[in-house]
């Protein structure tokens, strides 16, 4: 008597998860669930720039999305910052374990916060972010991306094992200016290299760090996910204004989203 079979599972018979936040760093369990279930890409191989063009193409068909970031992302390979046995899953829209209890975002949620961040008067003025402070390095995948947007990049990490894999991760991407990258406490920014045009973080947090205001630049844009009363975690968009010498910083919140907890020291 035969055995029914029971692997591979028919993908018929995955379900399709409810999408009622942006999730960019789900629970790690829940990322490689996720990764497993996934169908792998078609193409010619993961280093084909049709792969990647595939997933730029996705994105641009919802209609809503900067195009310089669009472009941004179409230029960096993913599959370099995620694990060998995930890379088939490189270009899906989803969130993917990284190590140490992290995961790379959802490429969706990177063009959505790298986007707000191009929407702002001052960056559309330079046509670029300027000078970027990042606030949770990762594998360094959405750095490598700001780096093609902006002028100049600083990218801070407090896990040292996060740091010294995308500083690996970096070194196999041919770009035109490399990230700076910190191992440090992002909740204290960096003055070394402030005042930043652009500051943008992969960590939520209960409230938005005084030094990352005191560290952005006059007509600087910064987002962060944020904890609201009413909402739970929000995007976060503060915009520095000066008006007659007097600054000012105007808040903005926008979709709900599910990031790691922002934290302080380093480990």
């Not at 046509?127 to 902006?150: D, F, H, K, N, P």
């Not at 979709?255 to 020291?265: I, N, Q, R, W, Y």
Request: charged share 20%; hydrophobic share 45%; proline share 6%.
């Amino acid at each position: 008597m035969s055995t029914p079979k029971r692997f591979p599972a028919s993908l018929k018979s995955a379900a399709v998860p409810q999408r009622e936040l942006l999730m960019p760093q789900r629970h790690l369990r829940q990322a490689t669930v996720d990764a497993a279930r996934l169908a792998r890409p078609s193409g010619t191989g993961l280093d084909s720039g049709a792969v990647r063009e595939r997933m730029v193409n996705r994105l641009r068909a919802e209609g809503k999305f900067n195009e310089q970031v669009l472009a941004a992302m179409a230029a960096v390979p993913r599959h370099e910052f995620v694990d060998t046995a995930l890379a088939a899953q490189a270009y899906e829209d989803t969130a993917l374990p990284i190590g140490h209890g992290q995961t790379i975002s959802k490429p969706s949620v990177v063009a959505h916060m790298l986007g707000l961040l191009m929407a702002s008067p001052a960056a559309r003025q330079r046509g670029s972010l300027g000078r970027v402070l990042e606030i949770g390095t990762g594998c360094g995948y959405q750095a490598a991306v700001i780096a093609l947007l902006a002028r100049q990049v600083t990218s801070i990490e407090r896990l040292q094992g996060l740091h010294d894999k995308a500083q690996a991760n970096l070194q196999r991407v041919l770009l035109p200016r490399a990230p700076r990258l910190i191992w440090g406490d992002g909740r204290v920014g960096y003055t070394g290299g402030a005042p930043f045009d652009s500051i943008i973080a992969a960590a939520g947090g209960e409230d938005i760090p005084p030094a990352w205001t005191a560290q952005l630049a006059p007509g600087g844009r910064l987002i962060a996910p944020t904890a609201t009363s009413g909402r739970g975690q929000v995007l976060v968009v503060l915009d520095h204004v000066v008006d007659n010498g007097v600054s000012r910083w105007v808040r903005s919140e926008h979709e709900a989203v599910l990031f790691v907890p922002l934290k302080s020291g380093i480990v």
